[in-house]
């Protein structure tokens, strides 16, 4: 019985070791004519530390999981080394990967988004943000390679269901967001979808953000805790919508659809009668 029972085991540890291998292997695909080298160890949320240092805490505040690492040499002999980040899930991988980017960057149809420099490509795909760095500048060799790994993974890309909500009409491109903690430099504020807009005139910028709660009870407390730190003293019963002038973020309007709490952030009267329509209607 012991026997059967120390081979089941091993079958299923067997079994593991495969699926890992197999994960790998469509992290890291082999390209022809290119040499590969998959490296063993991998981090996770107690050394990441020990590779990216002073960067971890911002990974693992989007909910960081593992990273691995490949290298590969190509036939021109440029050495490109793949990072590839496991996040806890889609929004949080969406949130780390716009921490890092511009919108004056090169961006590319690759996984869900990406963008590329001279010597780096950048791109998402599913819970996986992919980082390739090259030791020399070759751009058609990062894309290619980036391709191979896009399409090794093979998830079916969509935005963030937050990141769907904001309104389409004046927003700046590639300047979505989220962010999991402290919105504005609130602690009560967090799990934000946020983007910048430009006025018509386009002398302005503006911030509208969404943030999906669990029930009422949640969002009835996120919106006071906000009015009492604002020092808001306008009459509250019935309503859904305040504007408020924030000293550390200028006129702002924040309101309330069912589970959502929403707001524009540096606005003023105009910006808020064209867009809280805008948002409500987006809103389920």
Known sequence: MKKLIFLAGLSIFTVLIAQASINKE????????????????EHNRDNLWNIINGAADEYLTYG??????????????????????????????????????ASDYTYLDIGL?????AEALYFITGNYYIQLK??????????????????SIGIEESLPHGITLLP????????????PNNFLGYSFLHSAFTATYNTEEGSDSF?????????????????????????????????????????YNG?????????????????NDAIFSKYIPKIQGNLP
């Open 251 to 267: 006129k702002v309007m924040i309101g309330s659809k069912e589970q959502y709490v929403y707001g524009i952030v540096s606005g």
């Open 134 to 151: 090259a030791k020399t500048e070759n751009k058609e060799e990062l894309e290619k390679l980036a391709r191979t790994i896009d399409q």
């Open 64 to 101: 960081f999981q593992k990273l691995y690492r490949a290298e590969y040499t190509t036939a021109s002999g440029n050495v490109i080394t793949v990072y590839a980040y496991e996040q806890e899930d889609l929004t949080n991988t969406f949130g780390i990967y716009a921490q890092h980017r």
């Open 26 to 41: 469509k992290l890291f695909p082999s390209v022809e004519g290119w040499e590969r080298q998959i490296y063993e160890k």
């Open 207 to 247: 911030e509208i953000f969404i943030i999906k709660l669990a029930n009422d009870q949640e969002v009835d407390q996120m919106i006071q805790k906000y009015l009492d730190f604002v020092k808001y003293n306008g009459d509250i019963e019935g309503k859904s919508q305040f504007i408020v002038s924030d000293k």
């Open 168 to 179: 389409e009409e004046g927003k700046q491109a590639y300047s979505e967001s989220y962010i």
């Open 113 to 117: 988004q990406g963008y590329r420099s």
